[in-house]
């Protein structure tokens, strides 16, 4: 199956290296490329993208909007936002995966990595970095975000064993590693995460670790 990437990024070149790239891959192709986040937006309708590698600072409307618009919109409910950001300390890395992104990258990251996590994010994984994520959640629950969080519910409504598996969810572990902790299967532990998703009304991993932290599930810093 070809995953059908589209790019937004307001520099032309990094648009076009990146495009390169892409298209170098056997199993993606760049179906559009877009120089602000609204256009990201309408291209995400009219191109029939499956993941689109977005930038997070845009003029007209910057990445984060445009995250949050189209994950807002049911007709692109399978559209998946690997954001990109220069640090991987960016303050609006968290404000992004709040929006609906399903991860960051810093853009100096290696070819073949960007790959990899198109493939991943593709699959409706997450790609979080467990540590600089931990210290941006930190930060932005000093300051919350009024806006209601793209998820339904928080883990009061989860079983004991729900809770658990959030919480390792939320420190980065693989379903595999989630199911050796726990003594389960890792079809068991997959079970659980989809069901966690289910009720918490979350696209994805990442948005699951949102809902641990901001729910306080989760503390960062304390593993």
Excluded: C, W
């Excluded at 059908?4 to 070149?13: E, G, K, P, S």
């Excluded at 993941?51 to 910057?62: A, H, K, N, T």
């Excluded at 979350?202 to 304390?222: F, M």
């Amino acid at each position: 199956m070809t995953i059908r990437v589209l790019l937004a990024d307001d520099q032309t070149l990094v648009r076009a290296a990146f495009a390169m790239l892409v298209e170098s891959a056997d199993d993606m192709e760049v179906v559009g490329q877009a120089g602000t986040g609204r256009e990201a937006v309408e291209l995400a309708r009219s191109a029939r993208a499956d993941l689109i590698v977005m930038d997070v600072r845009m003029p007209d409307l910057d990445g984060i909007e445009a995250t949050r618009l189209i994950a807002a919109d049911e007709d692109l409910a399978g559209v998946r936002v690997l954001v990109l950001t220069t640090y991987d300390t960016d303050e609006h890395i968290v404000e992004a995966l709040r929006a609906g992104a399903s991860g960051f990258l810093v853009k100096d990251t290696r070819p073949a990595e960007l790959l990899a996590a198109i493939r991943v994010v593709a699959a409706g994984d997450a790609l979080l970095s467990p540590g600089p994520t931990a210290r941006l959640i930190a930060r932005a629950l000093r300051a919350p975000d009024p806006r209601p969080l793209p998820h339904g519910g928080g883990p009061d409504g989860l079983s004991d064993r729900e809770r658990q598996v959030l919480s390792l969810v939320a420190r980065g572990l693989t379903n595999t590693e989630i199911a050796e902790t726990l003594g389960l299967s890792p079809l068991t532990a997959k079970t659980h995460v989809s069901r966690i998703m289910g009720k918490l009304g979350a696209r994805d991993r990442a948005q699951l670790v949102i809902a641990a932290y901001e729910s306080g599930l989760v503390t960062p810093g304390i593993h």
